[in-house]
């Protein structure tokens, strides 16, 4: 009778780690390249901060209105700003928007924003609501970094950053660029790539927590 | 594109899990039980079919006209929505214990990225000047994705049961491992490509 | 689970639902079965085939060592890494870069085997998967021209498999007529022994294409360890004789690849059905080095006879598309990779035999 709540709840109530992963998982086919993956992290982390505010807001006012009718309005929010996000970056950044693709608009429909979007809608305080998003959000930007940073310099020899003055934005790497693996551009690349970061991000969080044999 | 293009295209050379890395969530964390594999594929399927249908008739009878293209994301993702209601509704009725049995949240499966990621290709692709596929095509395309993911979802659930974890460092447990089996079963999936499709169709005297 | 078995088993972790196949004097003798066809391949190619195989051996093993001392062992004895960085080198061409044999073999053992628990535990061939990534990621290193002790440097060994499939251009001649027509290099010895035969076959009215003797003894420009077809199925059939591998699944896989190309294999170029040259393709490219050594590994081949027979047809099946109709000329290592991943599925549906699951009171 729970629509998206059942696996919604699920995913929010177990590992973090798990969530951000799988939140990340759709966008890890353009992570190639350090820039695009920069222009990604700055969408999601637009999408997802104003989803869950409004989302929240929704929230406050719909409180008796029933989970299916607050699920399909942060639902409709997501894809709202999910639209903006693409619309803006296409005006703004045709080169990113290109290179995205349908990546953009795919947020709509993100387990982690919509996740994320639908607690904030079933009441959660607006300020927590929105710092959970920030974190997530930046959680997100930090290990979608590193994948895209490796991917790139393993697979192009390259780092492309953000053209300022005369740096053309992007740093080549000798040694890797005269050789490149190029399979880890593709999707393979970036499955191995994931999985290996969320075997040590699990690693770094248990040896932090204290816990563990 | 010929018939046999657009299948192969959706189902493997575009595999929608393992080349587009859409769609991972339930298949990552795929069940162990064939059963449930099996049930969240067939409902990918089925999803994906209506869903590009039904966007087909969004796209050209409704947003076209208006000039609302804009809002085809909101449009979808809303019509998606519809399904998975209908569908959990229609599911509840015909077979009250499937929903049940098969452990899944039907709006988990419909609204999910891999289904709006075939729509919006759907959308995208095909040879009408109005851009994207015509309504037998899209469904066509979505049922071949469909399957697609059911093959993903039932060799990644047969690789998990088989996993001896004994030896396995702690930090790889779980996720990590599962995301790294995708990766080699992408590997794998490398083999078919446009070339493959290209040489089949010249062969069968098909266009591609 | 195999849990029942860990107080019988020693502290190394012996895959024993998959039986003793993979004990250390097995995969020994299996390596040591490999070494003629690799040290002709070192005999006919130079001193870069003794680097590469150096890579790709010395790479498995530094590997290995690393991540076994993680878990606290030391396993290179058991002669799997060994087997493993040999298998590579031999998959790989002896023009191929040092750092290129050495990923290949360092992606096969960490990420493949170690990964998934080490020996016994991975569910896709280290080596073939090692070359696969190798091949996708550096493939100018999979096509520069090689040339051989006894014939000049002619086609690089995966162009030379392409130009020998049927395609538009070929007229209905034959693979080896192709390739001579696009100038594949030939030894001396070729054109002695060829000619000799010719002049005693012409009454019969058979003549022989040149580069068959090359092609049968093992002088042509490929992979290292993949050219001695002779040494190969020598060493195929004496380890199939001393049980080390199940001689039903080469066999399933050879014969179903050879009447698939045997029947459809000149379709492409124009001659029909049941034109297809079959022997050429058997000896071409790395299909028997494939089919004896790695396709038969028993961590990662079906348990059941039921389940190998239907693993053996597939592989056929899916080696003749991907070789004739694939964009990777020499089809047979993704072919096994991508077979590799339907195993547990097979497993599943065909019961495997328990071989060390104490029953009851016993023990």
């Known amino acids: 009778m729970k629509q998206g ?58 409180r008796g209105k029933g989970a299916r009718a607050r699920w399909l309005a942060s639902l409709f929010l997501t894809a709202c700003f999910a639209t903006c996000a693409d619309l803006l970056l296409g005006f703004f950044a045709a080169d990113a928007h290109a290179a995205l693709g349908l990546y953009v608009p795919l947020l709509a429909v993100n387990c982690l924003v919509t996740g994320r979007a639908e607690m904030a809608a079933r009441g959660q305080p607006v300020g927590r609501a929105l710092l959970a998003a920030l974190g997530a959000g930046l959680g997100l930007a930090a290990c979608f970094t590193v994948i895209a940073a490796a991917r790139e310099a393993l697979g192009f020899g390259t780092l492309t950053l953000f053209p300022v003055g005369r740096f053309t934005g992007t740093l080549v790497i000798a040694p890797l660029a005269a050789s490149p693996a190029r399979a880890a551009t593709f999707a393979c690349g970036g499955f191995l790539a994931a999985g290996y970061l969320a075997a040590l991000a699990a690693r770094l969080l248990r040896r932090g927590a204290g816990s563990g044999p | 594109m010929s018939w046999f293009g657009l299948i192969l295209t959706f189902a493997l050379i575009d595999n929608v899990v393992l080349v587009q890395m859409l769609g991972v969530c339930p298949c990552i964390g795929a069940p162990r039980r064939m059963g449930t594999a099996v049930g969240i594929g067939i409902a990918t399927a089925v999803m994906m079919s209506l869903a590009s249908l039904a966007a087909w008739a969004i796209r050209t009878q409704v947003l076209a006209p208006l000039g609302l293209e804009y809002m085809q994301i909101v449009a979808y ?132 | 689970m195999s849990g029942t078995g860990a107080s019988v088993v020693p502290a190394r972790p012996a895959p024993h639902v998959r039986g003793a196949v993979s004990a250390p004097e097995l995969i ?175 009454p019969l009215g058979v003549a022989l294409p040149p580069g068959a003797f090359d092609l049968l003894a093992g002088i042509r420009p490929g992979g290292i360890g993949e050219i001695a077809v002779l040494l190969l199925i020598a060493g195929g059939v004496f380890l199939a004789a001393r049980r080390v591998i199940r001689w039903q699944l080469p066999a399933v896989h050879l014969a179903t690849f050879a009447l698939l190309a045997w029947v459809f294999g000149g379709l492409g170029a124009g001659r029909g059905f049941f034109a297809g040259d079959a022997v050429f393709h058997l000896l071409a490219g790395s299909l028997l080095l494939v089919s004896f050594f790695m396709a038969t590994d028993p961590v990662t081949s079906p348990l ?49 035999v328990r071989l060390a699951a104490p029953r009851g009171g016993a023990r």
């Open chain 1, 5 to 62: 709540s059942e696996i919604v709840r699920g995913l929010a109530s177990e590992n973090p780690l798990f969530v951000l992963f799988m939140g990340m998982c759709p966008a890890l086919a353009v992570s190639t390249r350090l820039l695009t993956s920069l222009w990604m992290s700055l969408a999601i982390l637009c999408v997802l901060v104003a989803s869950t505010l409004f989302s929240s807001i929704v929230g406050l006012f719909a």
């Open chain 2, 77 to 208: 993702v809303l019509a998606m929505a519809g399904l998975a209601w209908m569908f959990e509704a229609a599911a509840g009725r015909l077979a009250p214990g499937l929903l049940r049995a098969t452990g899944f949240s039907a709006s988990g499966v419909a609204v999910n990225c891999a289904v709006l990621g075939v729509v919006l290709l759907g959308a995208r692709g095909g040879a009408s000047p109005g851009g994207g596929l015509g309504p037998l095509q899209s469904l066509v395309a979505g049922l071949s994705a469909g399957c697609g993911v059911l093959l993903v979802l039932v060799l990644l659930s047969a690789i998990r049961a088989r996993l001896d974890l004994e030896w396995v460092p702690r930090a790889l447990h779980g996720l990590p491992l599962s995301l790294i089996s995708a990766g080699l079963l992408a590997l794998a999936f490398m083999a078919f490509d446009r070339a493959l499709l290209a040489r089949l169709a010249s062969l069968l005297g098909l266009p591609s």
């Open chain 3, 28 to 202: 020994w003798s299996a390596a040591l079965c490999l070494l003629p066809a690799s040290a002709w391949g070192i005999l006919v190619f130079g001193t870069p085939a003794a680097f590469v195989l150096l890579a790709s051996i010395g790479s498995a093993l530094v590997c290995e060592a690393l991540t076994a001392l993680l878990r606290r062992e030391f396993t290179l004895l058991d002669g799997s890494a060994f087997l493993t960085g040999l298998m590579v080198g031999c998959l790989l061409p002896p023009g191929a870069p040092i750092h290129v044999a050495a990923v290949a073999s360092g992606f096969a053992i960490v990420v493949v085997k170690q990964t998934f628990g080490g020996l016994g535990r991975n569910w896709m061939n280290p080596a073939l998967a090692g070359v696969v990534f190798a091949r996708l990621s550096w493939s100018e290193a999979f096509a520069v021209p090689v040339s051989t002790r006894w014939s000049g440097p002619g086609l690089a060994p995966l162009d030379a498999l392409a130009a020998a499939l049927p395609g538009p251009g070929s007229g209905g001649r034959g693979a080896l007529e192709t390739l001579a027509a696009a100038g594949y290099p030939v030894s001396a010895a070729d054109g002695r022994v060829v000619g000799w035969l010719n002049a005693r076959l012409a």
């Open chain 3, 304 to 352: 059941t006879p039921a389940g190998t027979i239907a693993y053996g047809i597939g592989l056929g099946a899916a080696t003749f598309l991907l070789r004739f109709y694939g964009s990777m000329p020499d089809g047979a290592p993704l072919a096994v990779i991508l077979m590799n991943c339907t195993v547990p599925l097979i497993d599943r549906y065909a019961k495997p």
